[in-house]
């Protein structure tokens, strides 16, 4: 086990207990000089990646996602597609089980916190059929639809649009580039940039929480770890 990455773990999930915010907490990473296990700097994704991750209370999921058989590019949540199998005490924890826990929990109030009192949201859900649907990888709110220069139409983060780059660098996507996707639960939209050339990830939201992201981003973070894989003696196994 590597104790620097464990320090850093803990110290995640003992800020957020502290209601710091995930994107708070990888901008004080940053600020650290700590890097992902890509070299890259913290995006909130990858913190909520962290904070859910079962590993690190000692346990492993196995088969927690799957790649489908017509779309061998991709990676799935699995619910309940194929077998998975729980093991609980598979190794040494870096958070105690009621710690990892306390965070769920606080996760899960914040949700429902997000959807009371969000006026500025509301009021663009229902114009249009991507409306609320569309989600900013960086601060998590959704995308508006904007007429921009020449009457093109785009996506654009509401946070930027608001408050401007300094609160969030946002993103923006164009209105064709979304033709033709069948988009039916929120997704969040990541900007990949490949041989130059400019690409778009879509990513459900429910995954982009908990650190999986499709083919175009780096396996390296699809479980939302930060340590090396970890082999100890099984204990107790539960067939889901």
């Avoid at 999921?61 to 609980?88: A, D, M, W």
């Avoid at 959704?142 to 921009?148: G, N, S, Y």
């Avoid at 064709?176 to 041989?195: C, F, R, W, Y």
Wanted: charged share 30%; proline share 2%.
């Amino acid at each position: 086990m590597n104790r620097k990455e464990a320090e850093i773990v803990s110290l995640t999930f003992d800020l957020y207990l502290l209601n710091v915010g995930s994107s708070r907490i990888g901008e004080l990473l940053d600020y650290m000089g700590v890097k992902t296990v890509t070299g890259t700097t913290w995006e909130s994704g990858t913190i909520n990646g962290m904070l859910c991750n079962e590993k690190y209370k000692g346990d492993f999921h196995l088969q927690k996602y799957y790649t489908p058989e017509n779309k061998r590019n991709h990676t799935r949540k699995n619910s309940g597609e194929v077998q998975s199998y729980y093991i609980s005490e598979n190794h040494e924890p870096i958070v105690s089980p009621e710690i990892w826990e306390k965070v769920q929990e606080v996760r899960e109030q914040r949700k429902r916190d997000r959807n009371i009192g969000q006026d500025s949201t509301m009021k663009f859900q229902n114009r249009y059929p991507l409306s609320g649907m569309l989600i900013c990888p960086y601060c998590g709110k959704t995308l508006r639809r904007r007429q921009v220069y020449k009457k093109k139409i785009q996506w654009l983060c509401s946070t930027y649009i608001e408050k401007g780059v300094k609160t969030c660098k946002g993103i923006r996507i164009d209105d064709a580039e979304l033709q033709g996707l069948n988009i039916t639960e929120q997704t969040v939209i990541e900007e990949v940039v490949k041989n130059g050339k400019k690409h778009y990830c879509y990513t459900s939201k429910a995954d982009f929480d908990c650190g999986i992201r499709n083919s175009t981003v780096s396996a390296e973070i699809e479980d939302g770890s930060v340590l090396s894989s970890v082999n100890r003696p099984r204990r107790t196994v539960i067939k889901l």
